[in-house]
């Protein structure tokens, strides 16, 4: 599937390999095998198959260099890796992610501190808690809910992620976790909107092992045998081209060897990520109004608890097979509009974000609840480019210019006090008040290239996901997403891929 000697001209070029970019490359396999796909990452294959997450690799070692190897085009040092509890506001990113070096902040703006990155084959799903919800009440695609597209888009995507409910059943206290916060929560709920399992993009194995899914899921043997499709690592794309005002291919750079490298496409889908995807347009002379804005994050709250009456059980020991330790698995609190916070209650080896140290004497006892607050949209909250300054890849530098209005500090102050309140139906708080995490993260950035029903200046794509002001040109990834969420993006984002690729294949068929 990987491949090193660039094609002069395909069907299709699609930037980025993460889930949205390889939901393309699915559906196209799929309904246009006919078609040929050539897919660039500017980052390394660090995981087998290619775009696999990393958590699925065994040996730590060697998952810490697949981490590694995801941060940038300045990784850090061996010995410079996150593994503290999280108790401070400083900037460091995760392991496989690398922070924005500069232009987070700008003074007298609230910026995004943390705002990160990864850059490797699958993206940030070769990293990601594998978190499915879908979205609900005003999180929900209004002009596509309306035409009765969205749920089915939807479940397109939840089988091309392979999203299971039922991953974590033998954990021996997640009933418990599940049942104190619904006894919290419940009440004049509809039934699609209370505390339940979390979907997650994770299935068992015969042998009892869990894998999570990354692209290499999404992408899927459909794609893997398609002969007409091939991906390209360590191949930056600098730049879309468009004649006679529409889509003709890109320039791309092998980032081994410098070389410059002209690749035709009829059609080009740009799935870089919410930061990157406005970032190639930008620097690709297509420059619409909306480009960049909107850009929004969702601010996290987390706060960690002992379980009260907590009987330890002899029915947990899926460590040495699962990469986890299976004690409470991961609830959803699925977000409403009268409560605009999305909550899920993980076990502590289950989250990405330290909270605790699980107790040695009772194991499984402290579990982590994080709650994250939908935006209040704002056109100044955006992500700008300089025609003069680059970044570590030479594409233009970013300045994130990124608020919190009134009504957000009015979410964030009532998501805080909720999140105390769940985590005294579940047990006993470890610290007298919750913390919340510095803007960015969440690594959630959405609404950068966002969809819209018509080209009123307020969007950058179609329903389609293809750019109103360049046809043929079509942008994916959580970025395009136009509404306030507060749940996980990733599925919402691969459903609208689904649409889009579907788009592309109709006109590939006529």
Known sequence: MNA???????????????????????????????????????????????????????????????????????????????????????????????????GYRVEGEDGLPVAAMSSNVGGMAAHWTGACPRPNDGERIGFLDDSGELDELLTEGERLLGVTSDAFDASPHAPL????????????????????????????????????????????????????????????????????????????????TGERHEVRARFVVVAADALRTPQVLWASGIRPDALGRYLNDQAQIVFAVRIRDFVPSEGAEGAAKTGLSEYSGVTWVPYVDEMPFHGQVMQLDASPVKLAEDDPAAPGSIVGLGLFCAKDLQGSDRVAFSDDEVDGYGMPAMTLHYTLSPLDHEVIDRA???????????????????????????????????????????????????????????????????????????????????????????????
């Open 177 to 256: 976790v599940r049942g104190r916060l619904a006894a919290a929560v419940d009440a004049g709920r509809a039934e699609h909107a209370r505390v339940q399992r979390m979907p997650l993009a994770v299935h068992r194995r015969d042998d009892g092992r869990l894998v999570w899914s990354g692209s290499d899921v999404v992408l899927g043997d459909e794609t893997r045998g398609n002969e007409n499709f091939a991906l390209y690592d360590e191949s930056l794309v600098t730049r879309v081209l468009v004649e006679d005002g529409r889509a003709a291919g890109v320039v791309v750079t092998d980032v081994r």
């Open 416 to 510: 805080k006090a909720e999140i105390v309140r769940l985590g005294a139906a579940i047990g006993e708080p470890l610290d007298d008040r919750p913390f919340m995490m510095p803007l960015g993260a969440s690594l959630h950035y959405q609404g950068s290239t966002r969809m819209g029903q018509v080209d009123d200046g307020a969007s950058v794509c179609s329903p389609e996901s293809e750019v109103w002001s360049a046809p043929g040109v079509y942008v994916a990834g959580n970025g395009v997403i136009p509404a306030s969420t507060a749940c996980n993006p990733t599925l919402t984002s691969v459903a609208l891929a689904v649409k889009g690729a579907r788009h592309i294949a109709e006109q590939l068929a006529g």
């Open 4 to 102: 090193r000697s660039y094609p002069a001209s395909v069907d299709v070029a699609i930037v980025g390999s993460g889930p949205a970019g390889a939901a393309y490359a699915r559906v196209l396999s799929e309904r246009a095998p006919d078609a040929t796909i050539a897919m660039f990452e500017v980052g390394p294959t660090v995981s087998q198959p290619p775009g696999a997450h990393v958590k699925n690799i065994a040996d730590a070692d060697e998952r810490a260099r697949a981490q590694m190897q995801s941060e940038g085009p300045t990784p850090r040092e061996a010995g410079d890796r996150v593994g503290g509890i999280v108790k401070t506001a400083e900037r460091r990113s995760r392991p496989g992610t690398f922070l924005l070096e500069a």
